[in-house]
C-alpha cells in the first residue's frame, strides 16, 4: 500500500502544480479572455451573416490594381499588394476571414503592451495587469463599426494592424537592437504604401524613438528599412506611369479639402484653374463640398479629357489648393479644427453624404454594381456573389445598433492621456507621448489633407487606449539608460517566468516603469557608530 501511495505522490503533486498554473493563467488573463472570445463570436457571426467582402466606392480600383498588378494613380497600391498575395484562395471570403483576424490581432497588441506596462508597475498584483488590458483591448476589439471595417474591401484595415505592430514594437522596450528598428522601418514602409496618411506620422515615429532613447544604430536602421520598400516602389510607379512618385493625386486630396472654405474673389485664379472654383457647385446638395468638388457631376475636374485622373489634374488642383491656404490661413485652421472635432460627436452625421455613412452599416441587403461584380468575380469566383444570410445578419445588424464607441468616449481616452503626459512632461510625456502623437495625428492629417470620413477615425482608437491606459499607469524615474549600440545579447527566457509572457527586462535593462527592488540593508559604520 505504501509503495502505491509513494507511486502517487509525484502524480498527485504533478496535477497541483497543473491546476496551480492553470489558475494562474485564469487571473492573469482571464477577463481578456472573455473579451476575445465575445469578440472572437461577432467576427464568426459576420463571417456566417455575411460570406463575401462588403463594398465601397475605391474598393473597385484596390480590386483592379491586385487583377492586374499595377498600382493605382489615385492613392498607393499596398492593400492592392495584399489582396494579391492573398489572390491564389481564389475567395474574397478568405480575404474577410483574414482582415478578421487582424482586427483581433489588434487587439491582442494593445493588451499585451498595457498588461506588460501594469504588470512592471505592479509586479504583486496577479489580476489587476490582465484586467486593465482587457478593459482598454474592449474598444477595440468589441467596437461594431471597427468589425464592419474588418468586414470592408478597404485598405484602413490592413494600415491600422501595420501601424499598431510598428508602435508596439517601438513602445516594447526601453532599448532598441539595430534590428528591432529595422523592424520598425520595415512596417512604417507598408503601412504608408497601404494609405497615404502614413507618411506624416513616419516622422512622428521617428520622433518617438529619438524620445526614448532608441540609439542611434536603431533610428538609422529604421530609417533604411524604411527608405527601401518605399524607393522600390515608386521605382514600380515610374515604370508604369512614368514618374518617380507615390501617387498622382496627393494634391487632388488637398483640393477637396480647400474647397469648404475658397474664396476665388481673394484667391484670383487664372482661367485655367477657375474652373475648379467652388462657386461653380451647386448649393443646397447633401454631399460635403469635398465630395461635390471632387465626385460630383459638376465637378471641375469633369472639364479635363480624362476627368479627375487627368495627367494635369494633379498640377491644377495643387496650385488652387495652396493659393487658398496662402490667402486664407484662418479659414484654413477653422475647418482642421472643425473637422477634428467631428470625431468626438456623440451620434453620427450623414457626412459626407449619407450613402458613404450607410456603407460603414451592416445592410439588410446586399448587391453589386456590373462595373464592381466584373473584377470581383475575376477575383473569387462564386465567393463574390453578395448576399446576407439569415438570422445571422439580422443579429450582426442588432449588435452594431447598440455595441459601440461613443466619440466623447474617445474625447476622453485623448484627454486623460494628455494629462499624462503633463505629469511626465520632464520625461518628455514618458510612454504616453507616442501613442497619443499617433492617435491625434490620426484624426488631425486626414482633416487637414484631404477631408473628415469617420472611417478615418477607428484607426485612432487603437492608439487613444493606449495613450489612456499607459497615462494611468505609473512609471518610475528611469536611472542612466546605457547606449543601445553597445548593449549585449540577452536570452530570450529564463526559468520562473511566467508561462507565456515575454522575458522581462533584467541584467541591467529594466521594464520602462517597473519599480526598481529595494536595496538590501548593509551595515555601515559611520564615526565609531554601528547601524544597519
Known amino acids: 500500500m505504501k509503495d502505491v501511495e509513494n507511486a502517487a505522490r509525484p502524480i498527485v503533486r504533478g496535477v497541483r502544480a497543473v491546476m496551480a498554473g492553470l489558475g494562474g493563467l485564469v487571473a492573469a488573463h482571464g477577463p481578456f479572455a472573455v473579451v476575445l472570445a465575445v469578440a472572437v463570436g461577432v467576427r464568426w457571426l459576420a463571417v456566417l451573416g455575411y460570406p463575401s467582402v462588403l463594398w465601397f466606392g475605391d474598393s473597385y480600383a484596390y480590386l483592379e490594381a491586385a487583377l492586374l498588378f499595377r498600382p493605382s494613380t489615385l492613392r498607393p497600391s499596398g492593400y492592392s499588394v495584399f489582396l494579391w498575395l492573398l489572390s491564389p484562395a481564389h475567395s474574397l471570403l478568405v480575404v474577410v476571414i483574414v482582415q478578421h483576424a487582424l482586427g483581433v490581432a489588434i487587439g491582442v497588441l494593445v493588451y499585451a503592451l498595457v498588461r506588460r506596462a501594469a504588470r512592471a ?39 491600422t494592424f501595420l501601424l499598431t505592430a510598428a508602435v508596439t514594437v517601438t513602445l516594447w522596450r526601453v532599448r532598441m537592437r539595430w534590428w528591432t528598428g529595422a523592424l520598425v522601418g520595415l512596417l512604417m514602409a507598408c503601412a504608408a504604401l497601404t494609405r497615404s496618411v502614413g507618411l506624416p506620422l513616419l516622422a512622428v515615429l521617428a520622433v518617438g524613438m529619438l524620445a526614448r532613447r532608441a540609439g542611434w544604430r536603431a533610428v538609422a536602421a529604421a530609417a533604411l528599412a524604411c527608405a527601401v520598400p518605399v524607393l522600390g516602389y515608386m521605382s514600380w510607379y515610374s515604370s508604369a506611369h512614368g514618374r518617380f512618385a507615390l501617387s498622382d493625386s ?16 481673394l484667391i484670383r485664379p487664372r482661367p485655367e484653374v477657375a474652373v475648379l472654383c467652388p462657386e461653380r457647385l451647386p448649393s443646397g446638395t447633401r454631399m460635403a463640398p469635398a465630395y461635390a468638388a471632387m465626385w460630383g457631376p459638376d465637378s471641375g475636374f469633369n472639364h479635363l479629357p480624362g476627368g479627375i485622373e487627368d495627367p494635369r489634374a494633379n498640377e491644377l488642383a495643387g496650385e488652387f489648393a495652396w493659393a487658398a491656404i496662402a490667402a486664407q490661413p484662418g479659414d484654413y485652421a477653422a475647418v482642421i479644427v472643425r473637422d477634428t472635432l467631428r470625431a468626438f460627436a456623440w451620434g453620427r452625421d450623414p457626412y459626407p453624404t449619407p450613402w458613404t455613412e450607410d456603407k460603414y452599416h451592416f445592410q439588410p441587403g446586399a448587391s453589386l454594381t456590373e462595373k464592381d461584380a466584373a473584377v470581383a468575380y475575376a477575383y473569387g469566383g462564386r465567393t463574390a456573389e453578395p448576399r446576407v444570410v439569415e438570422p445571422y445578419g439580422g443579429w450582426v445588424r442588432d449588435y452594431q445598433s447598440a455595441v459601440y464607441l461613443p466619440g466623447p468616449v474617445l474625447g476622453g481616452f485623448l484627454l486623460v492621456g494628455l494629462v499624462g503626459m503633463v505629469v511626465r512632461i520632464r520625461r518628455l510625456g514618458g510612454r504616453v507621448l507616442l501613442p497619443w502623437s499617433v492617435s491625434l495625428a490620426l484624426l488631425v492629417v486626414p482633416a487637414a489633407t484631404a477631408d473628415f470620413d469617420y472611417r478615418y477615425v477607428l484607426p485612432a482608437v487603437p492608439f487613444a487606449a493606449l495613450a489612456a491606459a499607459f497615462a494611468l499607469i505609473p512609471e518610475s524615474r528611469p536611472g542612466p539608460v546605457p547606449s543601445a549600440d553597445a548593449a549585449p545579447e540577452e536570452p530570450a527566457g529564463r526559468a520562473g517566468d511566467e508561462p ?3 522575458a522581462a527586462v533584467r541584467d541591467g535593462e529594466r521594464e520602462e516603469g517597473e519599480r526598481e527592488p529595494a536595496p538590501a540593508a548593509e551595515e555601515t559604520v559611520v564615526a565609531g557608530e554601528h547601524r544597519p
Open 121 to 159: 508597475a505592479w509586479p504583486h498584483r496577479r489580476l489587476l495587469p490582465g484586467l486593465l488590458g482587457a478593459v482598454f483591448a474592449a474598444p477595440v476589439l468589441l467596437d461594431a463599426f471597427q468589425i464592419q471595417l474588418e468586414h470592408l474591401l478597404m485598405a484602413d484595415l490592413l494600415f
Open 250 to 265: 496627393d494634391q487632388v486630396w488637398l483640393y477637396g479639402r480647400t474647397v469648404d472654405f475658397a474664396d476665388c474673389s
Open 500 to 502: 507565456g509572457e515575454p
